[in-house]
């Protein structure tokens, strides 16, 4: 399920979900169902104690949440990149940036970043098991994040956006387009998961396998290759080191020309 799909805590908040939503509890569901579900849910932190104000102050995370067919909370993975000025503001931490956000923006508090890229694991029937990371949302942009899943061990992506906040089909086609590069650059395909967006399956190619069309309630099911650890890409190992070094070669180019043209003016 998608980002944000649980409005209340999936950890830190007790046995909440045995009987929430009244209509059909989350976790007797889960059981029902008898296999794991990965559920985008606020996760809550230890709070903090501030011994000038007395107060605690409650933090929780925007995560994936991975339970087990007992309705058991197995693992949970932060997103580590929240939109900036929407989920996080920065220097939040100072408590006169904190105060103006408060008093004169209306924004009362922030996800706390993750700082773990988590890999989950799911034993499957054949007695093997599959991993996978979960970037959330608009951390399938960030191609040094998604790389890090697959150097840790995953074997595929499932990425689970909110996208609602856009109604515009250019936007959603944009970002699930961005997506796409993750898969080509790692060689694994991707499993996309949305609210509004594009829910599709992405091979290692980059080729939509399946998709739903936009703001169509629908489901899919496909049998997914794994690709094993060996199979890495050179961009997967090594990231952006080659892009850089071109560009330190080209700078260094530039400077050495120009300090030849500058010797050359300076002999006339």
Request: hydrophobic share 40%.
């Amino acid at each position: 399920w998608s980002e944000t799909s649980l409005m209340h805590p999936a950890v830190g908040y007790g046995s909440f979900f045995e009987n929430y939503p009244k209509e059909n509890p989350l976790l007797p569901f889960i059981r029902k169902q008898k296999t794991f579900f990965l559920i985008g849910a606020p996760v809550l932190l230890k709070p903090l104690y501030s011994k000038k104000t007395r107060q605690e102050t409650i933090r929780a995370m925007n995560a994936a949440v991975l339970f087990n067919p007992r309705g058991d909370v197995i693992k949970y993975y932060g997103k580590q990149h929240p939109v900036p000025f929407a989920e996080s503001i920065p220097f939040w931490d100072i408590p006169w940036v904190r105060e103006f956000f408060q008093r004169f923006i209306g924004v009362q508090d922030v996800w706390v970043m993750g700082n773990d890229p988590t890999v989950f694991s799911v034993p499957l029937k054949d007695g093997s098991t599959v991993k996978f990371g979960t970037p959330i949302c608009f951390e399938d942009a960030f191609s040094g994040l998604c790389r890090t899943f697959i150097n840790r061990g995953a074997d595929l992506f499932i990425n689970i956006p909110n996208d609602s906040w856009s109604k515009m089909v250019s936007a959603e086609t944009q970002h699930f387009v961005a997506a796409k590069f993750r898969a080509i650059e790692n060689k694994r395909f991707l499993i996309r998961s949305t609210t509004a967006g594009v829910t599709g399956i992405v091979s290692p190619w980059g080729k939509t396998v399946k998709s739903i069309p936009l703001f169509k309630k629908g489901y899919l099911t496909y049998t997914v290759p794994l690709y094993t650890n060996s199979q890495t890409t050179i961009y997967t190992r090594y990231g952006d080191y080659f892009p850089i070094l071109l560009m330190i070669a080209l700078l260094s180019f530039l400077i050495y020309r120009a300090v030849h043209f500058l010797k050359f003016k300076s002999d006339q």
